[in-house]
């Protein structure tokens, strides 16, 4: 939707580091490990700007400058002679005395309801209720950015010592901002929870019924203001002409959301 070349501005901080860092992959580790770089998108720096709205753990994300230089440090882009690639980065949340695990690493997929068999493996009260709250915030998220991607490799479980389990901080929302999957029949569809028609959606909220207070929540959030912080944290511009679609993105998440409630 945007090039990075629109967004950049002479102040615009940026971290320079090599290009054999600049590998895209899933955790792909080798001499800078702690660096996880892929192409620019809009969607992850406004992402992250919601999950901290939400309160919602989530991975920073912040611009990089690939090129060849062996100096890492930040600079600004009007001080850059050299040619870079500019793409996005965030720094490994993982943390040695965790494990981590995706949904598949769990025997949930025989059981409709994820959510609840994922509870099954939180060993007190509390961690059922904390880890509850994480993944429907994770859901109502979703369905309010347009989320299209959040299969089992787009988000990941903590464990503990004491095998208390939560929500990893999210990432990757490069495939959201962009459509409504209540126009091609299905709400939302994710590797925890689908939604193929309100009333499944609708039984979902009984079930879990903090779920629709989750949602409401959004009305109370002005988009715009979310993408303006998140892009000024950053010393990088909106184009003027990106607006509109904004905006039209928010009243349409806003009458999907008071549908789906009513």
Known sequence: MMDISECLRPDSRVYITRDRDCKKGFFYKDENPELFIKDFN???????????VQNIRCVHYFLVGCGLMHLKRFSRVG???????YKIASI???????????????VVWVDPDKIGSMLKYAPTEKNKEDLRSDMLKMVALDIYMGQT????????????????????????????????????GRIYESDLVTFNNMNELKLF???YPEFRDMLLSYLDIDLCSCISRAYNQ?????????WQFYEEFQDERCELIKKITR
């Open 42 to 52: 809009h969607a992850e720096f406004i992402g992250e700007e919601l999950c901290d």
């Open 79 to 85: 001080e850059i002679k050299e040619h870079y690639k």
């Open 92 to 106: 490994d949340f993982r943390k040695d005395d965790m494990q981590y695990k995706k949904i598949g690493d769990y």
């Open 149 to 184: 991607d959040r299969l089992d490799h787009n988000f990941m479980f903590e464990e503990d010592k004491s095998g208390n389990i939560r929500l990893a901080p999210l990432y990757d929302f490069e495939y959201s901002l962009k459509s409504s999957y209540l126009d091609r």
């Open 205 to 207: 909220m009984r079930k």
């Open 234 to 242: 950053r010393q990088l511009k909106v184009p003027s002409d990106k």
